[in-house]
């Protein structure tokens, strides 16, 4: 990816940076050789951001052609918004504080230079602001009333930066530019960026960190470049051109906020929003999956007018869960109607609606995972040891907390299992689904579609190997792709 600085004036950035090139902005706005470029970064800066001026059009037209401008015009109106201010001042409140204790002053004015400032003391604060506003050069102006604030932030054109900081400037921006998201050199290859979002402290991940590996493996031998990303990441999605969502999702939870907001830039994401909303809102599936016709247990939505009406429906014992559970999680057993009540009371206070299905006990339950509406792997999962479900978080083991694995060819696996998979999952999208199903009698029920399915090294790889993961990151490129030469993202 190459990397173009552009400026005003080349006066004002005289600086030769290994592997990045120097352009004045008239050149890249008007020269069809840049017109053409199909993956290059920007790093703008202009002396104003103000709208139409040619600094904002360096960023607009860079969007326009494909390129990843820094800032964005997002970021330029950003910039501009108090109440976008005003939000960053409450959520780095502490770190605002903390930083700026001990001043004797009223007022305090911030300069922040490629995420940097002179003053080792302000590097958190320093790097907290810039991941919210990524702008090369910034200057925060703080007042104290009972407190700091942040009053605004704002460009700093490049001609008015103090003679006595310039010198700082070129190390700054060397180690910028040199960061290996942006090291010409390093990735000169890679055509596209892949941020695979993770909780290195959940108990139970999608993917285990040898799965992990392997995606990061795939995906750079076909073309990109791979990070593992944290919820700590958030404001730098924009940098990306994907995201693969690989820790346990939900809608009340930053992985959703992740999700919706790459969607909203234009990434292309699996798991994508609407499918997270679809598939851990378990009403939600038993309404759709019911009216499409979709083999399922007996299932009933239950509030607290009908819930005096469980046991003659669906009988006990009986399965309840919450709207959002996973991983067996939020799904409990009633065994009579003490315990009935008791977990009623429960669900119910914490959800109006809640799901409610009748016990269907099996060996096993089957796993079709399903990306771009076809299947692509099959599994057999077995109950944790004494337990009726696949996971038992109250194992006195930890061995004993979740059953085997096993993988089954195709060619094994029943016509009704696959076919009712398919059905589901093509339901709710073209991404990756995992479908659970139960096989009784000669035939299959759903018991929910997961948006975020297991891909653990060890268990669903063990007949397709590394294929599985060069399959998912094909699908992801080839969506890129596809975005790029105007189709949807989808």
């Known amino acids: ?21 120097i352009v004045d902005a008239q050149t890249y706005l008007t020269d069809t050789a840049y ?17 139409q001026s040619a600094g904002y ?17 997002t970021t330029m109106q950003d910039l501009k918004s108090p109440t976008i201010v005003r939000a960053i001042t409450v959520e780095i409140e502490d770190l605002i504080q903390k930083s700026l204790q001990g001043l004797r002053s009223k007022t305090f004015t911030l300069s922040i230079y490629f995420g940097q400032n002179l003053a080792k003391k302000y590097e958190k604060l320093c790097k907290a602001l810039h991941d919210h506003f990524q702008a090369p050069l910034l200057k925060a102006q703080f007042i104290l009333k009972d407190h700091w604030v942040l009053q605004s932030i704002s460009q700093v054109p490049i001609n008015e930066v103090p003679d006595h900081h310039r010198k700082y400037l070129k190390n700054y921006a060397k180690s910028y530019f040199a960061r290996h998201r942006f090291s010409g050199a390093r990735i000169s290859r890679k055509v596209y960026d892949l941020a695979i979002l993770v909780d290195p402290h959940e108990k139970a991940p999608p993917s285990n960190d040898k799965a992990i590996q392997h995606f990061v493996e795939a995906a750079e031998s076909m073309g990109f470049y791979t990070e593992l990303i944290t919820k700590e990441d958030y404001r730098r999605l924009p940098e990306f051109d994907a995201l693969f ?20 830039d234009g990434l292309v994401v699996i798991d994508d929003p609407v499918s997270i909303l679809r598939c851990t809102n378990k009403v939600y599936l038993a309404e759709l999956l019911g009216k499409a016709k979709v083999p399922i247990p007996k299932t009933m939505i239950i509030h607290k007018d009908n819930r005096h009406l469980v046991e003659e429906e669906l009988g006990l014992p009986c399965v309840l869960k919450k709207p959002d559970s996973s991983f067996s999680q939020g799904v409990v057993k009633a065994k009579d ?58 194992g006195k083991r ?36 995992g479908v659970d199903l139960k096989e009784i009698d000669g035939k299959a029920y759903v018991i929910e579609v997961n948006d975020n399915p297991s891909i653990d090294a060890g268990v669903e790889d063990r007949i397709l190997k590394k294929e599985l993961y060069s399959s998912i990151i094909k699908s992801i490129k080839q969506r890129i792709d596809n975005y790029k030469n105007g189709r949807n993202h989808d």
């Open 35 to 51: 017109t053409d470029i199909r993956n290059a970064r920007i790093f703008n800066l202009c002396r104003s951001y103000r709208y």
């Open 1 to 21: 990816m190459r990397k173009i600085v552009v400026v005003d004036y080349p006066k004002d950035w005289d600086e030769a940076i290994e592997d990045t090139e």
């Open 398 to 433: 930890k061995q004993d907390e979740e059953g085997d694995g096993e993988v089954v060819p195709f060619e094994d696996v029943p016509f009704h299992v696959l076919h009712t998979a398919l059905k589901a999952a093509n339901l709710i999208g073209n991404g990756l689904y």
């Open 245 to 264: 969502i690989r820790e346990t999702t939900a809608v009340n939870h930053h992985t959703y906020r992740f999700a919706r907001k790459a969607y909203a």
């Open 57 to 73: 059009y360096v960023s607009l037209l860079s969007e326009a052609r494909g390129h990843k401008p820094i800032p964005s015009v």
């Open 337 to 394: 109607k003490e315990s009935l009540k008791m977990e009623l009371d429960a669900l119910l206070d914490d959800s109006e609606l809640i799901i409610g299905q009748e016990y269907t006990p099996t060996d096993f339950d089957w796993r079709i995972s399903v990306l771009d509406k076809q299947p692509l792997y099959a599994c057999k999962y077995y109950m944790a040891k004494g337990h009726w479900q696949i996971y038992n978080w109250n």
